[in-house]
């Protein structure tokens, strides 16, 4: 073989070699797997990064996801513990933590997760009645979600979150439970009704309660406050009189100025409304003796003396001009 045709063979067998190197070149990207099978047996699993596998003695068996799935099964029939048959479709959460046991546990790990949770579901509302059923969903995703759990352990799946999305009843239960419920509603509105009725009587009642208490407390009030005024005045008064006859007493007055001042009183009262008057025993004694001075002295006597009575003439009757 010539120099040249030998070049030509080691280019060839270089390209070849850069061909089959660059070919089996694999890029493993983040939050995937790729299961690695050498002679049709289990190898090993590539995790994310660059990789190399052997030619024509290896192959990529599976490339697995590690990112949270989602399973949404289609409504299916599920009859309850009191022979009621209700749609029911159910959200499955669901990641892979062993991608062998995914790729080699089940044959379709997918669909096998899709009919065990049927199969889970109906069990659980067999043994509930149509209330319980939905009244009971936090109670049936959790054992659900337990049971699904458990039983994906082998195929490398963890199970974890199961939510029933809907849950419909047949038709005339529909209208039953409308019923029911607008009935429900009724019944409360009633007692709302009522009670706010009774919740009134008994603010107005107690509005009427505290108004009579303030209005006697009020009247109370005025009452002492016009007690404590008439007192206050007889006070005064009888303080100005006490202030009056004492400084009359310290002034020296006789008993003449007091028996002028009892004077002066009568004649004040005298000109008053009052339709009776009482005299003090003092001022009549001394009344009466006034009049016995006037009557003994003449003093003080203003009453005119009678005219003495005039005589007529006597007729003459020897000098009667007549005849």
């Not at 590539?46 to 289609?74: C, M, N, Y």
């Not at 009244?135 to 337990?146: A, F, L, P, V, Y």
Request: with cysteine; glycine share 6%; hydrophobic share 40%.
């Amino acid at each position: 073989m010539s120099e040249v045709g030998r070049w030509i063979l080691i280019g060839v067998i270089i390209v070849i070699v850069l061909v089959l190197i660059f070919t089996n070149i694999r890029i493993v990207p983040q939050a995937h797997e790729y299961i690695i099978e050498l002679l049709g047996k289990y190898h090993r699993t590539w995790s994310a990064g660059l990789h190399v596998k052997i030619p024509f003695l290896s192959r990529v068996a599976k490339i697995v996801t590690l990112k949270e799935q989602v399973l949404d099964s289609p409504p299916q029939p599920v009859i309850t513990k009191d022979n009621v048959t209700m749609q029911i479709d159910t959200v499955v959460y669901f990641r892979i933590f062993d991608s062998k046991l995914y790729t080699y546990g089940v044959v379709d790990p997918i669909s096998a997760l899709a009919n065990l949770t049927a199969t889970t579901l109906r069990n659980l509302v067999g043994e509930l009645e149509l209330d319980g059923t939905l009244t009971s969903r936090d109670t049936i995703n959790g054992k659900m979600t337990t049971i699904l759990d458990e039983a994906t352990d082998q195929w490398g799946i963890k199970v974890s979150r199961v939510e029933l999305k809907n849950i419909i009843p047949p038709t005339e239960i529909q209208n039953a439970m409308e019923k029911q419920m607008k009935a429900e509603r009724d019944r409360r509105e009633t007692l709302l009704q009522a009670e706010g009725h009774k919740a009134a009587a008994i603010t107005r009642a107690e509005g009427d309660k505290q108004a009579m208490i303030l209005e006697a407390e009020g009247e109370r009030d005025a009452r002492i406050a016009r007690a404590e005024g008439e007192a206050r005045a007889i006070y005064l008064a009888k303080k100005a009189e006490a202030d009056g006859l004492r400084a009359l007493k310290e002034a020296g007055v006789d008993e003449a100025v007091l028996e002028l001042k009892k004077y002066e009183a009568l004649v004040q009262m005298s000109n008053g409304k009052a339709s009776k008057l009482i005299v003090p025993t003092d001022a009549v004694n001394a009344v009466k003796a006034n009049v016995m001075f006037a009557e003994t002295t003449g003093l003080g006597d203003v009453t005119p003396a009678a005219p003495e009575e005039v005589k007529e003439p006597e007729e003459d009757p020897c000098c009667d001009p007549k005849k």
